[in-house]
């Protein structure tokens, strides 16, 4: 038989549990609230991509620049010597230059020459095309050239090297074109013709 003071003792545990277990709850409560307000914060990257351009120009008189994308637009290269009465030990020398156009990437040029026409003085004539300093293609600056196609070649003969050329028109490659009737030309060749069409391939670079 419950007394009064086991009576008081039981209501006093009971109010103990009661506070414990609502101070859990508060406990779990403010946990939760703290994962809610986390602060956070965020860094983004982003960039644009747009491609070069390559992009080269040729003059026959080392000054005036313009394009000669196709055969039907090349440019007429003008010879020292008029090759139009070659006789045996004429050579007759004649000037092509290339660089970039302004925007344009950087790049390496290669000499390729084409399938000679005519009446058939391309099987007597040999050619040799060197790179030179200055604008000047003749006899004299030759000799001091650097090799692209070697003396005395057949007229099909492409570059054995490449040039470099810088981005922006940074700078000119100049050839020198040198077309030789050798001494040792057949009788055979007199009034015969031939029409060359020489390209300069140009390919881009990697910076």
């Known amino acids: 038989m419950d007394t009064r003071r086991g009576v008081r003792e039981k209501k006093r545990l009971r109010s103990r549990r009661i506070r414990a277990v609502l101070a859990g709850g508060l406990v779990l409560g403010i946990g939760s609230a703290a994962t809610l307000a986390a602060w956070n914060d965020s860094e983004y990257a982003t960039a644009t991509f747009t491609a070069g351009r390559f992009d080269i120009v040729g003059a026959a008189d080392g000054n005036t620049f313009t394009s000669h994308a196709t055969t039907a637009t090349a440019a007429a290269l003008t010879f020292v010597a008029a090759p139009t009465a070659m006789a045996p030990g004429t050579t007759t020398y004649a000037l092509f230059s290339v660089k970039t156009t302004n925007p344009s990437i950087a790049g390496a040029l290669q000499w390729n020459a084409g399938t000679p026409g005519g009446t058939g003085l391309a099987t007597h004539l040999t050619y040799g ?79």
Not at 152 to 164: D, W
Request: hydrophobic share 40%.
């Open 129 to 207: 095309v060197r790179t030179i300093s200055g604008t000047a293609c003749n006899s004299t600056t030759y000799p001091g050239g650097t090799a692209v196609v070697a003396d005395g070649s057949a007229l099909t003969a492409n570059g054995a090297a490449t040039q470099a050329v810088l981005a922006n028109g940074g700078n000119q490659v100049n050839y020198c074109v040198a077309v030789t009737l050798p001494l040792t030309a057949a009788n055979a060749a007199q009034s015969l013709t031939m029409t060359q069409t020489w390209q300069v391939l140009g390919t881009s670079s990697a910076p």
